[in-house]
């Protein structure tokens, strides 16, 4: 095929942000596949492709490009059918844990007393999220036990791949679901009556798809099998395009939390009730909005409000209730305390509620494994982030934990607009497999 040809067809996916995009890759020779045509320059990068356009159009909004897996939706289904799929055919023993985590071993996992070595992320994802936050964890985990699998060699600690179920919380509120079930940092009777939009409960949503909510909690047995954690990530902002470095390590994670603000306010018509007489809950919110700004430059923290539902919602009538919900974030603690107590202030004032659906303290991952990760990958550069991830809860669990970031070209994460280079991807999958068999010992 002409390489015009083969330019242009490529670049028609563009729009929906799926891996298509190789095309931009020095096109050697194309190759055909039911859903387009993609670039071939080597034979892992056809393997990772293989692997990302099996999924690419699970969950996908046709419209913005973006993704909806919502935990134990069909969609997320489709991707743990996907990953178990493949797990079988790579001979991996796979086990789901009783929250729904999935995890597959290469080698008995209770047989080593040091523990298994685990690497992995989630396949769930925000409203509209991009395409890698997540599966690329995943992705490059499996092609880097292919990795190790081609170079013959046979691990001495048994190698796990994990998918966390619900990382993003996107459905029920509360982020790192999975993690936190079996770290006991989220309790059952609470994880159950978390309810979607539509009202469903966790429990039903559970239930309706076969599992067992009633055996939610705890799960120790599944924790003291890793003897460590490594999740390599999109990395989410625009670090490594400033350090024009293809991966780095991460060493930690920002404090961060959310919470539901209710702010209310009197019903009445639009057309009738003069301004003076007004208590408009969506003014209120709009004091909040501006608030949480004020408080984030004033305590150099990060706070957004991402999601509001306006009650009743009609277009003729004044709000009686905002419900607006806050992510906050700092680099510390106390940050981050005082960013949350500035806008709970002004919550206070309106005459509403706040209430915390989840926190996560600032996180510090195992310096020693850091270290290690940072000589292995050639001097990658160390960083922490503001975003959240399981590998943070493991790492409050007392797991031992670090993180591989791979660049994003884009610099934006949770939008269709999420990017990383082909050739970013297979160095994230080299780093992966080097730390996997240095950390598990390899023998040929
Ligand atoms: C997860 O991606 C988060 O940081 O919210
Ligand atoms: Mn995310
Ligand atoms: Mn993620």
């Excluded at 500035?342 to 195992?366: C, K, N, W, Y």
């Excluded at 999420?418 to 068999?437: I, Q, T």
Aim: glycine fraction near 10%; charge should be negative; include cysteine.
């Amino acid at each position: 095929m002409e390489e015009a040809a083969c330019e242009a067809e490529s670049s028609i996916d563009l729009a929906h942000g799926n891996l298509l995009l190789y095309s931009r890759v020095s096109p050697r020779q194309c190759w055909r596949i039911a859903r387009g045509t993609v670039w071939r320059s080597s034979i892992s990068e056809l393997a990772f492709e293989q692997l990302w356009s099996a999924i690419a159009d699970i969950g996908r909004d046709s419209v913005t490009g973006g993704y909806r897996r919502f935990a134990w939706s069909e969609a997320d289904l489709r991707m743990r059918e996907w990953f178990a799929g493949e797990c079988e055919s790579r001979g991996l023993e796979l086990t789901e844990d009783r929250m729904g985590n999935q995890w597959a071993w290469w080698g008995d996992p209770d047989g080593s007393t040091a523990g298994s070595i685990v690497t992995g992320s989630h396949l769930d994802s925000v409203p509209d999220g991009g395409a890698f936050d997540g599966p690329l964890g995943v992705v490059s985990a499996l092609l880097a036990v292919d990795r190790l699998r081609a170079d013959g060699l046979t691990p001495r600690r048994p190698i796990g791949v994990v998918n966390f179920v619900d990382e993003e919380g996107a459905r029920f509120g509360v982020s790192c679901a999975g993690s936190r079930m079996i770290t006991g940092v989220l309790s059952p009777d609470r994880a159950l009556a978390l309810r979607d939009a539509d009202g469903v409960t966790m429990a039903d949503a559970m239930r309706a798809v076969g599992r067992q909510p009633e055996q939610l909690g705890p799960d120790p047995e599944a924790l003291s099998r890793i003897g460590s954690f490594v999740e390599l990530h999109i990395e989410q902002g625009r670090g490594l395009i400033d350090l024009s470095r293809p991966v780095a390590v991460g060493n930690g994670l920002w404090a961060h939390g959310r919470w539901r603000t209710e702010i209310p306010g009197e019903a009445n018509h639009a057309g009738t009730t003069r301004l003076n007489d007004r208590r408009d809950a969506v003014i209120g919110c709009a004091h909040l909005v501006l608030e949480a700004r004020a408080a984030a430059e004033a305590h150099e923290s990060l706070a957004t409000v991402g999601k509001i539902n306006i009650m009743p919602g009609g277009v003729n009538a004044i709000a009686r209730l905002a419900t607006a919900w806050l992510d906050a974030r700092a680099a510390d603690e106390a940050a981050l305390s005082a960013t949350v107590d500035q806008i709970a202030g002004q919550v206070a004032s309106l005459g509403g509620v706040m209430v915390e659906e989840s926190r996560t303290p600032h996180t510090d991952f195992d310096n020693a494994l850091v270290t290690r990760l940072t000589s292995l990958l050639d001097d990658a550069p160390v960083m922490s982030t503001g975003a959240g991830h399981d590998a943070g809860i493991l790492a409050n669990a007392g797991v031992p934990a670090a993180m591989i970031f791979v660049r994003n070209p884009t610099g934006i994460s949770h939008s269709p607009a999420e990017w990383a280079e082909p050739e970013d991807c297979l160095a994230g999958v080299a780093a992966l497999a080097s730390v996997l068999a240095d950390l598990a010992g390899v023998e040929p």
